[in-house]
């Protein structure tokens, strides 16, 4: 015969049932929220759920980078240790305990733990940091490029972390050997590499050797490459090295491009490199490149259709060196419909110091291949480089001066002349 359960015990079941259901909610909500305020606020996740380690690691990393350096750091210690016991496979704990005992002088033991984080993921962030930092304190700098590439192709965002250090790694034969094994080989932080070292009066000599190995590797330097360093050598006004590696960088094909004006035709094979013509995007202009291969007699060269709206500053410009002496500038070209309520005008300056050289304006109308020139003079030792703009004389972008028409430039050079 099977007992019933009485009423009351029914309540009570129902009770416990609806209590112990309530506390999984619970525990399930708690841990929930945990993982929210992980990130953004890793102690409170932490007091949410103490087993939650992603918070523990943010909140004793946290306490660390206190800038005024008084964290516990015996106190972290524990911490950590204690979360290793339920997490012997998380190599960030033994990263952890080994950046405390670093900062407690215990580097020894430090290092051991940094490798013990390295054995379980060798692309632990801050253990790789630190045997970055060795390897360059002990001279190993073969080890020290080798985590550096490990390290900028799991972590991208951490170039400048190592940004500063790549002159004294170039400045030795073993750290230079290295580094040119990694970019040879397409090392995805390469593009990096030449941006930062075109920025540093330091690297730029170091750069500029890196590409001239390139360009017998398998893997030579692209025009961005190039472009970065060139515009260092500018920036610290050194033209002549500037010029000279653009003149390096001229394939075959683009040496029959060569003269005071780089590619004076408009051949559409433009680099954007600083010696070349860097085409300004804007928004009121069309600007095309057609060679003798791509377009017929009349459109051969650079054609620029204006869209009936404003045009304000240049749209193309290349920097040039011209010696001192006399010069004359020549463009031939053709037009149609071309209204231009502002001057449209070639313009050579002298960039440094900067000044006006000389000046033309391209006329109104339709009409074809027109001849136009302007006799000019670089003065001695006054102006080492140039930079040739075609540019409006538009100041504000008023709707009032609307730019209409074709113009099509077949040809632009400079040629010296006898004084």
Same mark, same amino acid.
């Given at each position: ?28 909500? +708690?841990?929930? !929220?945990?993982?929210? @305020? ?5 102690? /409170? ?9 992603? %918070?523990? $690691?943010?909140?004793?990393?946290a306490e660390l980078n206190q800038t005024n350096g008084g964290a516990d750091l015996d106190g972290l210690a524990v911490k950590?240790?204690?979360?290793? #016991?339920?997490? &012997? ?23 051991? !733990? ?28 073969? #080890?020290? &490029?080798?985590?550096?590439? $490990?390290?900028? #192709? ?19 034969? @073993?750290?230079?050997?290295? /580094?040119?094994?990694?970019? +040879? ?19 730029? *000599?170091?750069?500029?050797? !890196? ?7 398998? *893997? ?58 860097? &085409?300004?995007?804007?928004?009121? =202009?069309?600007?095309?490149? %057609?060679? +003798?291969?791509? %377009? ?5 060269? %650079? ?7 404003? &045009? ?7 920097? $040039?060196? =011209? ?20 001057? =449209?005008?070639?313009? !050579? ?68 002349? +006898?004084?």
């Open positions: 015969m099977v007992e019933q359960t009485s009423p009351r015990m029914q309540s009570l079941l129902r009770s416990s049932v609806w209590f112990v259901a309530s506390v999984l909610v619970l525990m399930a909500s +708690s841990t929930g !929220l945990s993982r929210l @305020l992980e990130t953004g606020a890793p102690s /409170v996740s932490l007091a949410l759920d103490p087993l939650n380690v992603d %918070a523990l $690691i943010g909140d004793i990393t950590a240790g204690n979360a290793l #016991r339920f997490n &012997v496979a998380d190599a960030r704990l033994y990263s952890l305990i080994g950046e405390i005992r670093y900062r407690q002088g215990e580097k020894d033991q430090a290092f051991e !733990l940094f490798d013990q984080a390295r054995m379980l993921s060798k692309t632990e962030i801050h253990a790789l940091q630190r045997s970055i930092d060795r390897s360059v304190e002990t001279g190993d700098l073969v #080890r020290a &490029v080798a985590e550096i590439d $490990i390290l900028l #192709r799991r972590w991208p965002d951490q170039f400048s972390a190592v940004a500063t250090g790549w002159p004294a790694i170039l400045s030795n034969p @073993l750290g230079y050997g290295a /580094v040119l094994a990694a970019i +040879s080989a397409e090392a995805p932080w390469r593009g990096k590499l030449f941006s930062t070292l075109g920025q540093n009066p330091q690297g730029l *000599a170091a750069a500029n050797r !890196l590409l001239l190995d390139l360009a017998r590797s398998p *893997a030579p330097p692209t025009s961005n490459e190039l472009s970065a360093v060139i515009d260092g050598y500018i920036r610290q006004k050194q033209y002549g090295s500037a010029y000279r590696l653009f003149l390096f960088s001229l394939s075959d094909a683009e040496r029959k491009l060569g003269g005071y004006i780089f590619n004076g035709g408009f051949e559409p094979v433009h680099s954007g490199k600083p010696f070349d013509w860097v &085409v300004h995007e804007r928004s009121g =202009l069309e600007i095309t490149f %057609a060679g +003798s291969q791509d %377009a017929g007699e009349g459109d051969r060269g %650079a054609t620029i259709r204006f869209l009936n709206t404003p &045009v304000k500053n240049a749209a193309l410009q290349q920097f $040039i060196e =011209l010696p001192p002496g006399s010069y004359r500038m020549s463009l031939n070209a053709s037009a149609t419909n071309l209204k231009l309520p502002k001057d =449209l005008f070639w313009s !050579l300056r002298c960039a440094d110091p900067s000044r006006e050289i000389a000046r033309f304006n391209i006329p109104e109308g339709t009409f074809n291949r027109r001849s136009l020139s302007l006799d000019f003079t670089i003065e001695p030792a006054a102006c080492p480089i140039q930079l040739l703009r075609l540019e409006t004389a538009a100041i504000a972008e008023s709707w009032r001066f609307r730019y209409v028409g074709t113009l099509v430039m077949h040809k632009l050079s400079i040629e010296r002349v +006898s004084s």
